[in-house]
């Protein structure tokens, strides 16, 4: 009995035969015990509008990213719901003449944003369409809100948004994705769309938006950097704070958000999955420009496989409890998807 107990290998005596690696041995075993899948059904693909027709111009600090006129737009958002991508969310690059200080031109019925979502609406109706409120991409400054005296003043903001949001519905807008974190804003746009009859049009909130570094290549695609003075942070929520992040997101849950949205991703899985678990909610995740753009660089520089590293990174939103990622990514992931 003791020769017995002798011949037994010391990492058996240690694991007492428990061995992890019996699941990882073959492909087909690993495949058997996989736990989380990305399917193209979690992409929603962020895009770039700008005026004119015929125009995709390359965004030098988001490479691979292109700011569409809505005739290529229209062409894209066919590609994409070819590829299965439920959703895109528009972005507005508008001119410089048309920014002012209150960002007035996110209220006109036919602004850049409006005239994406009829045009890709009546050519693609099966894509869904996520328009975003804030005023940044509208505003002289560069500020989600209104500025007054050097600060965002919220209330006025929050009028503003409410027409806009209006606006955009009526141009066909299924989601109203409201990134200005401004306090109120949810149950206010609800009321608003709901006295209009969009009762059907849903609300993703940004209910957690981080005061972040990785939004710069973002500020350059809608020619926003230059224009911003100081940051965002009496708006947006400061990235030491999760409790606070929950908080801001219980909100928005009370006023009625039908999701919620975690921005940036990758830095605030932790928040991901805290909203999973605290809320019954579909939880997103928005993997932002300085995200992507890191990615790309290094893998353009040849320092890691982008591929796998773009795989592995949106796979570990759904391990962290996310329904869906908004991601620059989106056609990328979807094709090779579909070639799996
Ligand atoms: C602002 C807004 C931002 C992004 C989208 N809308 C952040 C900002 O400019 O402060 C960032 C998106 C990205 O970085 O990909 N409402």
Same mark, same amino acid.
């Given at each position: 009995?003791?020769?017995?107990?002798?011949?037994?290998?010391?990492?058996?005596r240690?694991?007492?035969?428990?061995? !992890?690696?019996?699941?990882?041995?073959?492909?087909?075993?690993?495949?058997?015990?996989?736990?989380?899948?990305?399917?193209?059904?979690?992409?929603?693909?962020?895009?770039?509008?700008?005026?004119?027709?015929?125009?995709?111009?390359?965004?030098?600090?988001?490479?691979?990213?292109?700011?569409? &006129?809505?005739?290529?737009?229209?062409?894209?958002?066919?590609?994409?719901?070819?590829?299965?991508?439920?959703?895109?969310?528009?972005?507005?690059?508008?001119?410089?003449?048309?920014?002012?200080?209150?960002?007035?031109?996110?209220?006109n019925?036919?602004?850049?944003?409006?005239?994406?979502?009829? +045009?890709?609406?009546? +050519?693609?109706?099966?894509?869904?369409?996520i328009?975003?409120? +804030?005023?940044?991409?509208?505003?002289?400054?560069?500020?989600?809100?209104?500025?007054?005296?050097?600060?965002?003043?919220?209330?006025?903001?929050?009028e503003?948004?409410?027409k806009?949001a209006?606006?955009?519905?009526?141009?066909? &807008?299924?989601?109203?994705?409201?990134?200005?974190?401004?306090?109120g804003?949810?149950?206010?746009?609800?009321?608003?769309?709901?006295?209009?009859?969009?009762?059907?049009v849903?609300?993703?909130?940004?209910?957690?938006?981080?005061?972040?570094?990785?939004?710069?290549?973002?500020?350059?695609?809608?020619?926003?950097?230059?224009?911003?003075?100081?940051d965002?942070?009496?708006?947006?929520?400061?990235?030491?704070?999760?409790?606070?992040?929950?908080?801001?997101?219980?909100?928005?849950?009370?006023?009625?958000?039908?999701?919620?949205?975690?921005?940036?991703? @990758?830095?605030?899985l932790?928040?991901?999955?805290?909203?999973?678990?605290?809320?019954?909610?579909?939880?997103?995740?928005?993997?932002?420009?300085?995200?992507?753009?890191?990615?790309?660089?290094?893998?353009?520089?040849? @320092?890691?496989d982008?591929?796998?590293?773009? !795989?592995?990174?949106?796979?570990?939103?759904?391990?962290?409890?996310?329904?869906?990622?908004?991601?620059?990514?989106?056609v990328?992931?979807?094709?090779?998807?579909?070639? +799996?």
């Amino acid at each position: 009995m003791n020769s017995n107990e002798d011949k037994t290998h010391i990492v058996d005596r240690i694991t007492g035969h428990r061995r !992890m690696r019996r699941i990882r041995k073959t492909d087909w075993q690993r495949r058997m015990v996989r736990e989380n899948q990305l399917s193209v059904d979690d992409l929603i693909w962020p895009v770039f509008v700008v005026p004119g027709t015929n125009i995709s111009e390359p965004i030098p600090a988001m490479p691979g990213v292109e700011r569409m &006129s809505v005739d290529r737009l229209v062409e894209a958002a066919r590609m994409a719901a070819d590829l299965g991508i439920p959703a895109l969310a528009t972005f507005p690059n508008i001119e410089m003449e048309k920014r002012d200080q209150t960002g007035s031109e996110i209220l006109n019925p036919d602004n850049l944003i409006n005239q994406a979502t009829r +045009a890709v609406k009546k +050519a693609v109706p099966e894509i869904g369409m996520i328009t975003d409120v +804030a005023l940044d991409p509208f505003t002289s400054h560069g500020h989600d809100g209104i500025l007054r005296d050097g600060i965002i003043v919220n209330d006025e903001t929050v009028e503003h948004v409410v027409k806009a949001a209006i606006a955009q519905a009526e141009a066909g &807008s299924d989601i109203i994705a409201p990134s200005e974190m401004m306090d109120g804003r949810i149950g206010a746009i609800r009321q608003g769309l709901d006295a209009h009859g969009f009762q059907d049009v849903g609300i993703m909130s940004y209910a957690t938006k981080f005061s972040s570094g990785y939004y710069g290549p973002y500020r350059e695609a809608i020619s926003t950097g230059g224009l911003l003075k100081g940051d965002k942070a009496t708006y947006y929520v400061d990235p030491a704070n999760g409790t606070e992040a929950l908080r801001d997101a219980a909100l928005d849950v009370e006023e009625g958000a039908d999701m919620l949205m975690v921005k940036p991703g @990758l830095p605030y899985l932790d928040i991901c999955w805290r909203l999973k678990e605290a809320f019954s909610l579909p939880v997103f995740a928005y993997q932002v420009s300085g995200e992507y753009s890191m990615l790309k660089v290094a893998a353009e520089r040849g @320092l890691i496989d982008g591929d796998r590293v773009m !795989m592995e990174t949106l796979l570990a939103f759904k391990r962290a409890g996310c329904d869906g990622i908004l991601t620059y990514f989106a056609v990328d992931a979807a094709k090779k998807l579909a070639k +799996a």
